[in-house]
Structure formats: structure tokens, C-alpha cells
């Protein structure tokens, strides 16, 4: 029996409050997907594994998975890893057009995961896996042992009989053309696959399911995660400064913002000082290099390219590595032109490059009381600070 591991991590995470969705968030100098991905990659009865991830997170997907390669020496085959599907709009379409990728390997068998429950043990897919020996559907659930009430804006009405009910976990496990005729007929959304299949007449067993299986949801469920993975947290601070001449033109591009003025920078790329600097401050609390080294100004493909090219590839080196940059600080240095009135919109547009809340950003700016070269009005520094943490 060829069984397949569909592990769906599409969702957008909005109950968690971050702005990187919770299957790309740091977990034990990992990330919570590839947690989830360990487990089936190191499963003898699992022959390949597919993720299904949102249209928008290529990015976010490669970064996280960036040391798969390395963990064959710990025996796992991601060899086995077939390239992420685009998931929908709802669960149940991203689950379908997992399916419909895996068709093409024709398996007999196949468990569908959250990424969002990161410590799958290799003993409930087991189970999971010698249920569907005798019924075509099998999953995981914990019986309800606390009282149920049911209430309405926080005003309780009527206790809920708990006799019967239970908390339905993943991997779903499922007999593949079952479960894939059943999606393809399904109309709508569902809680979950079980529902599909239940809606399509297939007969399901229970097997017990384990405490420790839970699903992030929250900011609390990350909170607890990391610390049931433990270890010391590896915080680094990493600092940049960066310089540009004033030359012809009538703008400045100061952290991703157009300042009209009366002269422009002069640079290789846009000559962004502020978002320079930031690079280099990501790099070097990555102990990475400079910005130099990964953006040479004698190569002709950086010429007047975007500075968020550069301070979004420091961030993803920072994600590959399992770490969250939790600050930036840019100190902007000039006489003029005034930063004061725009230090909003920089503050907004180095949060869009970076994916990090813009209460997390602080752009300020000083003078250098007509002191040296930026006092005496021939050009802009930038001094900026990043903080990464890595649980």
C-alpha cells in the first residue's frame, strides 16, 4: 500500500496577530511547518509528502524548508518531498488541489495534516495508517472530558451533554479514491475532511489521539510550543551605517520613500541610505557579511534597482537561519531635507518590504549640528540597529 502525505498549510493564521502566517513562525530553531514535515519525511509507511501553501508564500515555503537537505543526515529522505501545490480560497479547495497534484503519483493511501500541529509523533500516523486497513476513513480525536456550556455574548443558557463527543485531530487519514471522488463532489467548505467524507456516505473510525498533537492557533499555543521545545533563545543585534552624496536630481529615496528635494543621491542602486543600512544590520547580526557582499556595485544588475530587493533578501536570510527579526531602528542623519513629515510613511513602506509589524519599526531623524559632511549639507548617513531572535 503507497501512501502520501498531504499537509496543508495555505491559511492565513489571522487569530494568531502576526504578520507571517503560523506555519512559517520560528519553533526550536525550525519553523513550525517543517516540524510537521520531519514527521512524515521520517515515516517508513509515508512514500512522498506534499504541502499545499498560500499563492503569496514561495518565499516564505523555500526559507522555511532551507535545511531540509542538510537533515538527510539525520535519516530523513526529503527526497521524498514533491514542489508545493497553490492552495484556494477555503480549506476545502486547497485540500482538493493537494489531491489532484497527488493523483498523478497514484497512491492508495493518504494523510492530510495541519501545519499548524507541529508535533505529530510517528506513533499516531502508525495508528492512523492500520485503521484504514478495515474502514476507508480514520482519524485521530481526544474524548471531551471538561463540562460543556453553551452561552451567547458571554451569558451562559444550557449545559451541553459531553457524553459522546470528541476532538477531532489530524492527519485524516483516508483510502485516496475515496477521498478524493468525495472532494470532488463536495460542495462548499467544511470543518474538516472528515465531514466531506462523512457527507459522502464513507464510514470513519476513531483511533485515540495524543494531548500533545494541539494545533497553534493563538499567540498563547506559539508561547507554549516553544516551550515545550526548550532551549535557550539565541538573540543577536546587528548594527549598519551606511553613506550617499548629494547629486543631480529632485528627490531622495529615504527607507522606501520618494522626499521631493532639491538634489538626489548618488548610488549604484536607488541610493536608499536608510534601507542600506538596515541591510547591513540584518547581515550583521547574521554574521553574513555586508551588503557589498551580497549586492556587488560592480555587478550592472543592481544598478538603480529597488533597496527593498536588498533588505528583503537580508530578512529571508534571517528566516532561513529560524529567525524572527523582532526590531529595526534607523536613525536617519541630515540637514535637510526634514524627515519629521515622513517618517510615517517610511516607517509603513519598510514594514511592507519586511513582512514586521510597523510598531516594531522606528525611523527617526537627527542632525549633525553643521558638523562634518552631513552638517555642511553634502550628503545623508544612516545609522540603523536590528534585532533577531531565534527560540
Known amino acids: 500500500m503507497r501512501t502520501a502525505g498531504l499537509i496543508v498549510a495555505a491559511g492565513r493564521g489571522l487569530r494568531l496577530g502576526a504578520p507571517t502566517p503560523k506555519q512559517y513562525q520560528p519553533l526550536g530553531g525550525s519553523t513550525v511547518l517543517a516540524h510537521a514535515l520531519r514527521a512524515f519525511l521520517g515515516h517508513p509507511g509515508v512514500a512522498i509528502v506534499r504541502v499545499v501553501i498560500h499563492p503569496d508564500d514561495r518565499r516564505l515555503y523555500d526559507a522555511a524548508l532551507d535545511g531540509l537537505d542538510a537533515e538527510r543526515l539525520a535519516g530523513l529522505d526529503a527526497d521524498r518531498l514533491g514542489p508545493p501545490v497553490a492552495g484556494g480560497a477555503t480549506r476545502c479547495?486547497?485540500?482538493?488541489?493537494?489531491?489532484?497534484?497527488?493523483?498523478?503519483?497514484?497512491?492508495?493511501?493518504?494523510?492530510?495534516?495541519?501545519?499548524?500541529?507541529?508535533?505529530?509523533?510517528?506513533?499516531?500516523?502508525?495508528?492512523?495508517?492500520?485503521?484504514?486497513?478495515?474502514?476507508?476513513?480514520?482519524?485521530?480525536?481526544?474524548?471531551v472530558v471538561d463540562a460543556l456550556w453553551r452561552a451567547t455574548g458571554g451569558a451562559v443558557e444550557a449545559p451541553v451533554e459531553r457524553a459522546?463527543?470528541?476532538?477531532?485531530?489530524?492527519?485524516?487519514?483516508?483510502?485516496?479514491?475515496?477521498?478524493?471522488?468525495?472532494?470532488?463532489?463536495?460542495?462548499?467548505?467544511?470543518?474538516?475532511?472528515?465531514?466531506?467524507?462523512?457527507?459522502?456516505?464513507?464510514?470513519?473510525?476513531?483511533v485515540p489521539?495524543?494531548?500533545?498533537?494541539?494545533?497553534?492557533?493563538?499567540?498563547?499555543?506559539?508561547?507554549?510550543?516553544?516551550r515545550s521545545v526548550g532551549g535557550a533563545m539565541d538573540i543577536r543585534t546587528g548594527n549598519g551605517f551606511d553613506v550617499h552624496a548629494f547629486g543631480l536630481g529632485n528627490s531622495?529615496?529615504?527607507?522606501?520613500?520618494?522626499?521631493?528635494?532639491d538634489r538626489g543621491l548618488v548610488g549604484h542602486s536607488d541610493a536608499d541610505v536608510g534601507m542600506h543600512a538596515l541591510t547591513d544590520a540584518i547581515f550583521?547580526?547574521?554574521?553574513?557579511?555586508?551588503?557589498?557582499?551580497?549586492f556587488p556595485?560592480?555587478?550592472?544588475?543592481?544598478?538603480?534597482?529597488?533597496?527593498?530587493?536588498?533588505?528583503?533578501?537580508?530578512?529571508?536570510?534571517?528566516?532561513?537561519?529560524?529567525?524572527?527579526?523582532?526590531?529595526?531602528?534607523?536613525?536617519?542623519?541630515?540637514?535637510?531635507p526634514k524627515i519629521g513629515p515622513h517618517a510615517g510613511a517610511m516607517r509603513a513602506a519598510l514594514a511592507a518590504a519586511t513582512a514586521i509589524e510597523p510598531d516594531r519599526i522606528s525611523v527617526k531623524a537627527t542632525t549633525s549640528e553643521r558638523l562634518g559632511f552631513t552638517g555642511r549639507g553634502e550628503g545623508i548617513a544612516a545609522l540603523a540597529t536590528a534585532t533577531l531572535v531565534r527560540p
Open 93 to 143: 479547495a486547497s485540500v482538493l488541489a493537494g489531491l489532484e497534484a497527488l493523483a498523478q503519483s497514484a497512491p492508495d493511501r493518504v494523510l492530510i495534516h495541519d501545519a499548524a500541529r507541529p508535533f505529530l509523533s510517528g506513533r499516531l500516523i502508525s495508528a492512523v495508517l492500520d485503521a484504514l486497513d478495515g474502514v476507508p476513513a480514520a482519524f485521530p480525536a481526544l474524548s
Open 164 to 206: 459522546d463527543l470528541w476532538r477531532a485531530q489530524t492527519p485524516q487519514g483516508f483510502r485516496f479514491p475515496e477521498i478524493l471522488a468525495a472532494h470532488r463532489g463536495h460542495e462548499g467548505d467544511a470543518a474538516d475532511d472528515v465531514a466531506v467524507a462523512r457527507a459522502a456516505g464513507l464510514a470513519v473510525r476513531l
Open 209 to 226: 489521539g495524543a494531548e500533545e498533537n494541539y494545533k497553534i492557533t493563538t499567540a498563547a499555543d506559539l508561547d507554549k510550543a516553544r
Open 252 to 261: 531622495v529615496t529615504l527607507c522606501g520613500v520618494v522626499v521631493p528635494f
Open 284 to 294: 550583521g547580526a547574521l554574521g553574513e557579511g555586508d551588503i557589498g557582499h551580497w
Open 297 to 336: 556595485p560592480s555587478d550592472p544588475q543592481w544598478k538603480g534597482v529597488d533597496s527593498a530587493v536588498f533588505l528583503r533578501k537580508a530578512v529571508e536570510r534571517a528566516t532561513a537561519r529560524r529567525f524572527a527579526v523582532t526590531h529595526l531602528d534607523c536613525t536617519l542623519i541630515c540637514e535637510a
